[in-house]
């Protein structure tokens, strides 16, 4: 077989409001959600419900479920306010926030270097907040009953340019039938993390996938293949686990670590990743905007569980909380125009 030009999946309406997954969580986050908790009511306005105003969000498709389940509960609470969701992607997301177009952009990795010199172009500032943790999990269909794990040095040979076409190039005793590989867009944060932790920065992937921005087009798509194989956020694992399987990942001392909240938790996941939101700094002037955000770090300790992901640890949260409340401008992930290296716990302050 050969290669064939990258196919792009027409995305459904993304619109309407996902379901939410319930997910086990740390008995620890009761203490956590109260500390947190406080600290976000004491700037909260006392009277939602005479805000007026509008704000736009666009970004990432993994961190959607959980803007958009602040996004429900938040209209609730202000029903004068508007409050739209997209999901371009975190690419497709920063290039609108970086010109100015957005409020508040979802991000499932940090802003580049590129993104940061686009947004001082067009004099925005920012405030960075992580919100979450997430997995990324590979999954195939239930009945693959031949890939029990996977290590990234067999992960990046799937998903390489050049890569096998077969599940029997891999590994002899696995069936002589072609792989269908399925991947998040190239606008995806989820794809650029997939591409940086698996394939490398120099590595060129594989031009013959599926790939869709839409998370649930992927989701349809392995369900209905037994050789089909992909990746993309714990959160829509956790929503369609009746429907797919998620593949332990080898980790460097030979073990197979399944994706979960524990196991992101100790960082014994090999593919786990915090999550972001960008708020324009002058859009944080305005006092819907503030309010939601308010909204959004009160409602994480619950929300963010509930679509399956992961609370971050407390001295992260209690950071994050600080930063928004002194409004913080700028990134942490980014210095003297070069992105920051090292692991998230010892960059975020």
Known sequence: MTNSPTTLISSPSSTSTKSLARFSFLATATVIAGFFMLGAMQSAPTDLASLKGAIRIDG?????????AVTEEFSK???????????????????????????????????TPSEVALAATNKIE???LPIAYDALSIVVHPKNDWLK????????????AGGPKTWKEIDPSWPDRAMTIYSPGTD??????????????????RADMSVSEDDNVL???????VDAIGFFGLAYFEENKDKLRAVPVVDAKGSPIAPQASTVNDGTYPLSRPL?????????????????VDFYLNQADKLVSEVGYVMLPTEILVKANANWKARRLGTQFVKDDKKVDGSFATIYR
């Open 60 to 68: 990432s498709s993994t961190v959607y479920p959980i803007t958009e």
């Open 77 to 111: 609470a202000a029903p004068k306010v508007n409050v739209t969701v997209g999901i371009s992607g975190t690419g497709g997301g920063f290039k609108r926030f970086c010109v100015g177009e957005t409020a508040i952009a979802d991000a499932s990795r940090p802003i």
């Open 126 to 128: 920012f405030i960075e």
């Open 149 to 160: 794990q996977i290590t990234i040095a067999q992960l990046k040979q799937i998903y390489t």
């Open 188 to 205: 995806s944060g989820t794809f650029d993390y997939f591409k940086e932790a698996v394939i490398g920065k120099e590595g060129k992937v």
């Open 219 to 225: 989701v349809l798509g392995v369900s209905g293949d």
């Open 276 to 292: 972001f939101i960008y708020i324009n700094s002058k859009s944080a002037a305005k006092p819907e905007v503030a309010a939601f």
